[in-house]
Every structure is written in structure tokens, then in C-alpha cells.
């Protein structure tokens, strides 16, 4: 592959998808040229301050509007906003010149193949030879844009099809032509994997590609299925969320979100553009759908869809769903299905999937139906929409945020039990999945000696996933490589004399059981390898400590329990941090009140961008006393320079704490001191473990020695102290804070005071470790305080008192 470097990137077009791709390319240091369109006419606001069409502010007040429009809105779409200073704004009229200095120039106009050809030819006019041209086009073949173009333009031309928004969804669909150099592809699958941390998928130049085929089908099929079955938005939504490893927002949520006009869209286009699929009726709208459609309620951006928000004659909020018999918006419906109580406790998702299919009432005949006629449509897409299997899973879950794409999950039920199934129900698979069968392979994929295999039809043999050489997936270790484990945590062997400790716990929570494996993983980390990583391939590295063993122990006054408990959690932190080899803590999604502890205490965070991270202990009517409160002292002392007003920097670390500051990303967690310079960032997910277990080699091979306790921390004293209560008295006087909060504050400034000292000092982290122990103890022992645990555990809600 050819030795190529992305600087610059132009985008062309500022809506909801080029403003946000611009963002992305921001968020990994590029710098962007976003160009849009010149408005035909003036508004009253630029009339009435005497503007004309010339003006410069005119002429990109649709691009300026747009790119704030998305710099404000949420999810961000930007890690720090002060990386908004790296993209540029101008129009297509004026400033295309400035592609001459781009490396990458991504079309992302309107959906129209006259207005795309127009915008290419000034890009041939501009661009510089070798650089990189790409369509974000989701419905037009990318072959047609070819027409007329340039030898050069052709060779380095590509679909990048990114999903929306582009920073959270980690599909790129990479869609080549046959003029398309091979180099470039190369690069595309690269790049997006590397530097934009995408799941890079290659395509066949089909309609819809791969993950929008499989993803509207499922959504039609689904949709026929309910009319047919008659249930309510609610209860599917119930159905085919979470509980089945999708995303909380469902069907008819995303619907909403997404936009009916969309959905629509994309089904009719793809109705009309498949005349000889076998199941093309599926793309037909069920009157569920026309009928919203019609009515123009297509959801969020028409402020009703398939859920309408209102306000009840108090002015409490509420959610109204469409009742599909009259059209009138009613009240929200709750499934009570036996089967899905019971599958709410089945950890393990895989097995969740196959209690489900298998169940007998009504849930268990809607997931067969659904599941069934997803896996016949997958079967038979190969190979019209890609010659392997994998694609379709990789293309689903990361375009769609499934955990498990249709052919993991037809492994999970039981790909020969299914097929009897799926006869009995006129939904017959494609041969070669009868032939796969017939030969003795009887799943998917498989795992061996740490790699995970794909049954490949043409060879009727299994090979390793493309791309995934390099990564760590724990699941393909789970057969030899497991070196101890207990209800809470497993640790692998993960190659190179490296060890990788797993949280299984709900939501990795941790609890006696996963202190026991953190402590069990140094041992033996000490003892026969070169050091540690703790991390997971699940949804968040850690939300915290296991608060239902500690309200448990409070609301029974057991204080001698709490206190071993904090003593036994402070001295594993220790033992992270004063290890004889270096542990590296592997974060990604929520790194929340312990997690973040753990991470504050490893040698080194490897985070992925995507990492969540505060303590948030106060929310709860508690302080940090994993050796956060302790950590946050030392590491606001260690900022300290000459001339500092040093008072200034502790209340920022006190306010962090206090109100339960959370990162929006890692790079926001590097303003709350969480993350620092020695730590390293993975912008793909997929790569997280990998980068860890590199970073653990590093370390050791660069001569690892063990770091010496510190006695060296600064705290204030009485000084800090006073400012604080300052503070906290003002908040409480305005009414910002009950009187619970304040005793929480006062509790917290004193431990990060050092306690009641005369003077500024010095002390040791034993000595605020014990502080931080006997405020949260006492904490405990508040009746407020345990309201607030109590609502947030069992309504899972915060509680403010």
C-alpha cells in the first residue's frame, strides 16, 4: 500500500451527516474544509441589516448554520468542542479552490445524481492528482458517478458510506467501483479502521449496500409481523431492545429518531430497485407504516411519530404511544410476557437468545417469526451482497448497534435446531447452509488457539475473520487460555507471557467477587508474567462498586462489614497501583465511581475515545473511598507550580467531585485530570485489548520498576477548608443544595483539606486513605444517604434530599 498521509479533508455538503463527518474527521486531529451551498435569497433578519447576496456572511450563512446547529447538539459530536477551530467554512460557489490543499474530498450533497455530477466536475477542476475522492451516497450506485469523469478521478474514487452519527456508530461501508485502484481500497479499509475507529466494511455496489439491505428488511419484516400478530408499539418495543442485545431505543424509537420519511425511503427505493428478490414483498409498507407516513408523523423531527411527548394537567411530562386500531395517541403499554421476566435474568446473552426462541407464548412467537425470516433473507444474500458471512454481521452490528449480528445469533439459538424450525414455517434457508450442515459444521464461527473463524462457503472450510489477526477476542480464549476464575471475573492468558483479567458482573459492578480476581491476577502476574490488562469486550469497563452488598450492610448497621469492605477495596487499588508488574487498565463506555478508581490506580489507562469517566460517589450520598478522593489530592498537588494560586486548582478537583462530573469523552476526561499524558488513546473499539497488551509490553521491556509510595501529597489544612465552606454555605444559602449535600461537601472538603492542620503540609496517600475511609463510613450511617442508594437501586433513579 501506498505511503499516504490525511492532513486535510474537504467536505462537501453541511447537513446532518456532512457537518457531523466533518466533526469526526476534527476529533481525530484533521484538519477540514466543509463547503455547502450559496442561499438564492435573503432572510428578513439579513435584510433588515441591509446584507445583500454578496455579502460573505450570506453567502455561507447556510454552511455557518449548520455547523453550529451541530457543534450544539447532542449526542456531541465533537470529543472537545474546541476542536470546532480545526474545520473550516465556505461555500461550493467561492471557495472550492481550497480542495487544491486537501488529501480526502468527501462528496455528501443531496441525494441526487444530476446535483452530484455538477459538484464533481468542479472537484475534477480543483482537486490535485493522486489526492482521494469518496460518495457518502446511501442510495445511489456508486458506478453511475463515474460517467465522465477523469482516468485519475476514477482510479482514486470510492463509496465511504459512514452511518449517522458518525462519532458513535462505528460502520463505514466501503464501496469500490471497477475502475477503483486496489491501493486505494487497501487505504479506505485502513484508514477507517485505524484513525476513524471504524468496524470498515467492503461492499459490493448493491442497493442499499450491505448494512441498510439486511437492517430495513429486519425493521419491515418486523413491522408485518406485528400487524399480523397485533401488538402494541410498547410492547414491541419491550421485545426488541436490550433484552435481545439491541439498542435501548428499539423499533419504533429508532423509527423516530431516525426519521419515518427515511425509513420510508430507503424501503421504496429498495422495493422498486429489486425486482428479482425473492422476498421483495417484505419492502412493501405495512398500513402501520403508510398510514404514519401519510399523516406526515415521522417522528422527532415532527414532534409526533410512532410516540408523541405531552404533559398531563400538572405539567408532568409524558410519552403517549400511536394505538394502531384507532390512530389516537394512548398511554404507554406494558408486556407482561413470562418469558422475558425470566430472560431479564439470564446474564449471558447468547443463552438469554435461546430461552427466548424457544419460549412458548406469545414473545417466543414473535422472535421466531422475526428471527427466522431474517436469517432466510441473510442466507440468501450471499453472494449478491458479499461473499462472506462475517460482512453481514460486522455490516448489522455496527451500523445498527447490535451485539450479535443474524448469523451470531442463529449459532446462539442453534443454527440445525433452527432450520427444522424455520421449514415448519415456510422460511427454508438458502443450500449451502444445508450443505454447511451436512458436511459436520454445525455453526458459523468457531474458535481456535485465540482467533475466531467464519465458515467460508466457496473453500466449505473455516478461516480466520480478515482484519482480526491482530485483535484480542476474549471469547476465543475461553477454551485453554483460561488461567483462573471465579462468578465475577475470569483471567485469560492472552499471549506473550501477558495476562487479561475480565469483569463479568451486571454492569461489571465491583464487588468481593471481582476484588478477589484483581488481587488473584497480580499474584499470578507476579509470579510467572510480564503484567496485566484489565479490561472487557462489553458495553462499559466499569460502572462502580457493587452498592446493593453495601446498602445491604448499612440498612443492617453491619459498620465492622462496611469499613473491611472499604479497607479490602482501598488496599486492592494499592496493590493496582504498587505491583511489582505493570497493570493497564483498558477503558471504554462508563469508567464510573470505582472504575474509575481501578483506572486512576493502574499504571497506565489505554482508553478508547469512547470512555465515560467520573466519580460519582456524591450522586449517592457518598464520597470517593477507593482511593479517589485520595487520588484526585495527589494529582491536583503534583499540578502545582511556582506562583499558583493552589487553592484554585483543589476546588476545581473538589467541584469534579462534587457534582459528580462525568467525561464526555476521553479527551474531556484529560481536563478532569482522570486521564493524563503517559495514557494512550484507541480511536476503534475492536483494537482496545490489543493497544493495552502492546502497552503492557512496552512497559515491561522498557526495564518496568515499581513505583514508590508517595509522602509527598500537599493539602491545606484549615485554609482549603474555610474555602470550601465558603462555598458550600453560598450554595446552601441560595438554595442550590439541601442540607444532605452540604454535609456530603463538608465531608469531602475536609478529607481533601488533609484534615483539621493548622498549616499547609505535606502527608501521605496512608493518611488520606484513612480520611477517605472514615468519611465514607460515617456517610453510611445517614439515613439520606440510604435513600439515595435505595431509589437508585431499585427505581434507578437519582434521588435528590
Keep these: 500500500m501506498k505511503n499516504r498521509s490525511i492532513k486535510k479533508v474537504a467536505v462537501l455538503g453541511s447537513g446532518i451527516m456532512g457537518s457531523r463527518i466533518a466533526c469526526h474527521f476534527a476529533n481525530i486531529g484533521v484538519e477540514v474544509v466543509l463547503l455547502d451551498i450559496v442561499p438564492r435569497e435573503l432572510t428578513e433578519k439579513e435584510k433588515a441589516k441591509g446584507l445583500t447576496l454578496e455579502d460573505k456572511a450570506v453567502r455561507n450563512r447556510i454552511v455557518n ?54 459538484v464533481f466536475d468542479q472537484v475534477e477542476e480543483y482537486r490535485k492528482p493522486g489526492t482521494l475522492i469518496s460518495s457518502n451516497t446511501s442510495g445511489i450506485p456508486i458506478h453511475l458517478m ?223 417469526k422475526t428471527s427466522y425470516d431474517a ?31 443474524p448469523f451470531e445469533m442463529w449459532d446462539a439459538i442453534g443454527v440445525k435446531d433452527v432450520i427444522s424450525q424455520m421449514e415448519e414455517m415456510s422460511m427454508k434457508p438458502a443450500q449451502w447452509v444445508y450443505d454447511m450442515v451436512e458436511a459436520g459444521n454445525e455453526s458459523f464461527y468457531k474458535s481456535e488457539n485465540g482467533q475466531k473463524l467464519f465458515y467460508d462457503i466457496d473453500s466449505k472450510s473455516y478461516k480466520v475473520i480478515p482484519g482480526t489477526e491482530e485483535l484480542i477476542l476474549l471469547d476465543s480464549f475461553k477454551g485453554n487460555n483460561v488461567v483462573w476464575e471465579n462468578d465475577g471475573a475470569t483471567l485469560y492468558d492472552i499471549g506473550d507471557d501477558v495476562l487479561c483479567l475480565e ?122 473511598a477507593g482511593g479517589g478522593t485520595k487520588e484526585m489530592v495527589l494529582r491536583t498537588s503534583d499540578l502545582y507550580e511556582k506562583g499558583d494560586v493552589e487553592l484554585n486548582k483543589l476546588q476545581e478537583s473538589f467541584m469534579n467531585i462534587a457534582t459528580a462530573k462525568v467525561s464526555t469523552s476521553a479527551k474531556e476526561a484529560e481536563y478532569l485530570n482522570y486521564i493524563q499524558t503517559k495514557d494512550a488513546y484507541t480511536y476503534n473499539r475492536s483494537r482496545l485489548l490489543a493497544d493495552a497488551k502492546d502497552k503492557v509490553l512496552e512497559m515491561h521491556d522498557a526495564g518496568y520498576v515499581m513505583p514508590v509510595k508517595r509522602e509527598d501529597i500537599k493539602v491545606h489544612g484549615k485554609t482549603a477548608m474555610a474555602m470550601f465552606e465558603a462555598g458550600i454555605t453560598g450554595m446552601l444559602y441560595g438554595n442550590y443544595i439541601s442540607e444532605h449535600d452540604a454535609k456530603i461537601a463538608r465531608k469531602l472538603g475536609y478529607v481533601m483539606s488533609g484534615g483539621d492542620l ?34 437508585l437501586l431499585f427505581k434507578g433513579k437519582p434521588l435528590r434530599n
Design 65 to 118: 448554520e449548520a455547523f453550529q446547529t451541530a457543534v450544539k447538539s447532542k449526542p456531541a459530536p465533537l470529543y472537545d468542542k474546541k476542536d470546532a477551530s480545526k474545520v473550516t467554512l465556505g461555500n461550493l460557489s467561492d471557495d472550492m479552490k481550497l480542495i487544491s490543499e486537501c488529501d480526502w474530498t468527501i462528496e455528501v450533497v443531496v441525494e441526487n445524481l444530476d446535483i452530484k455530477k455538477k
Design 146 to 368: 463515474l460517467d465522465g469523469r477523469s482516468d485519475d478521478f476514477k482510479k482514486h474514487f470510492c463509496g465511504t458510506h459512514f452511518f449517522n452519527p458518525p462519532r458513535y456508530l462505528r460502520l463505514l461501508e466501503i464501496i469500490p467501483t471497477p475502475e477503483t485502484d486496489q491501493d486505494i481500497i487497501d487505504f479506505f479499509m485502513h484508514y477507517g479502521d485505524l484513525y476513524l475507529g471504524k468496524t470498515t466494511v467492503l461492499c459490493k455496489d448493491t442497493p442499499a449496500f450491505i448494512a441498510n439491505r439486511i437492517g430495513i428488511y429486519a425493521m419491515m419484516s418486523a413491522m408485518h409481523t406485528v400487524e399480523e400478530m397485533g401488538l402494541k408499539v410498547g410492547e414491541v418495543d419491550k421485545l426488541t431492545g436490550t433484552l435481545v442485545g439491541r439498542p435501548k431505543s428499539a423499533t419504533f424509537r429508532t423509527m423516530d429518531v431516525v426519521g419515518l420519511d427515511t425509513t420510508v425511503n430507503v424501503a421504496n427505493n429498495l422495493y422498486e430497485g429489486l425486482p428479482n428478490d425473492e422476498s421483495r414483498d417484505t419492502f412493501k409498507l405495512p398500513n402501520i407504516v403508510k398510514e404514519l407516513y401519510d399523516r406526515k408523523w415521522w417522528g422527532d423531527k415532527t414532534k409526533q411519530g410512532y410516540y408523541k411527548k405531552t404533559k398531563d394537567e400538572n405539567g408532568k411530562r409524558l410519552i403517549l404511544e400511536v394505538d394502531f386500531d384507532t390512530y389516537e395517541y394512548v398511554e404507554g403499554s406494558k408486556p407482561s410476557y413470562s418469558s422475558t421476566k425470566k430472560a431479564k435474568e439470564i446474564d449471558d446473552l447468547k443463552e438469554r437468545l435461546k430461552f427466548l426462541h424457544n419460549a412458548k407464548d406469545e414473545a417466543g412467537e414473535f422472535y421466531r
Design 375 to 405: 436469517f432466510k433473507y441473510c442466507s440468501n444474500r450471499i453472494p449478491e451482497i458479499a461473499d462472506e458471512l462475517y460482512k453481514i454481521d460486522q455490516a448489522v452490528c455496527a451500523g445498527f448497534g447490535w451485539e450479535l449480528g
Design 503 to 624: 469483569f463479568h458482573t451486571k454492569m461489571n459492578a465491583i464487588g468481593g467477587e471481582v476484588i478477589e480476581g484483581i488481587n488473584t491476577a497480580i499474584a499470578k502476574a507476579e509470579a510467572d508474567y510480564k503484567g496485566l490488562v484489565i479490561g472487557n469486550e462489553g458495553q462499559n469497563f466499569s460502572a462502580g462498586a457493587n452498592l446493593a452488598m453495601l446498602f445491604m450492610f448499612a440498612t443492617d448497621q453491619e459498620y465492622d462489614e462496611i469499613n473491611l469492605m472499604i479497607s479490602q477495596f482501598q488496599k486492592t487499588m494499592m496493590r493496582v497501583r504498587y505491583s511489582s508488574i505493570p497493570v493497564v487498565a483498558a477503558t471504554s463506555g462508563m469508567a464510573l465511581g470505582g472504575g474509575c478508581e481501578l483506572s486512576l490506580h493502574s499504571d497506565v489507562i489505554q482508553a478508547h475515545a469512547e470512555t465515560y469517566m467520573g466519580l460519582v460517589e456524591f450522586g449517592v450520598g457518598l464520597i470517593p
Design 758 to 791: 493548622s498549616s499547609p503540609t505535606t502527608v501521605s496517600e496512608d493518611y488520606l486513605l484513612e480520611l477517605e475511609r472514615e468519611a465514607f463510613l460515617s456517610l453510611t450511617a445517614e439515613r439520606k444517604t440510604l435513600e439515595r442508594i435505595q431509589s
